[in-house]
């Protein structure tokens, strides 16, 4: 895997019901906010999926039960493709 195999993980927050699941999925990349809805401990709106992380990442978008999650190129030019 290499820098264009890169993946970033976007959330559709007006799809999101809040409840969480992700995060306790993903802890290591996301915690709650004030409202309890998922964001990146980093404070990017679109976080870089280490690849070590990709298969827990890849768990929670399976898993989103609102399909409020996606794993999206991190390469502006591939997102065209
Ligand atoms: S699993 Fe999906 S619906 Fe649930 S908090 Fe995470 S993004 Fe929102």
């Known amino acids: ?11 559709d927050w007006a799809a999101c019901d809040g409840r969480g699941l992700c995060i306790e999925l993903l802890p290591e990349m996301l915690t709650r906010d004030d409202w309890g809805f998922p964001v990146s401990r980093d404070g990017d709106r679109e976080p870089m999926v280490p ?3 990709r298969r827990h990442a890849e768990r929670a978008v399976a898993n989103c039960p609102e399909l409020a999650l996606r794993l999206i190129p991190s ?3 591939a997102r065209r493709r």
């Open 75 to 77: 390469q502006p030019s």
């Open 1 to 11: 895997m290499n820098d264009r195999d890169g993946r970033r993980l976007q959330i």
């Open 51 to 53: 690849v070590e992380l």
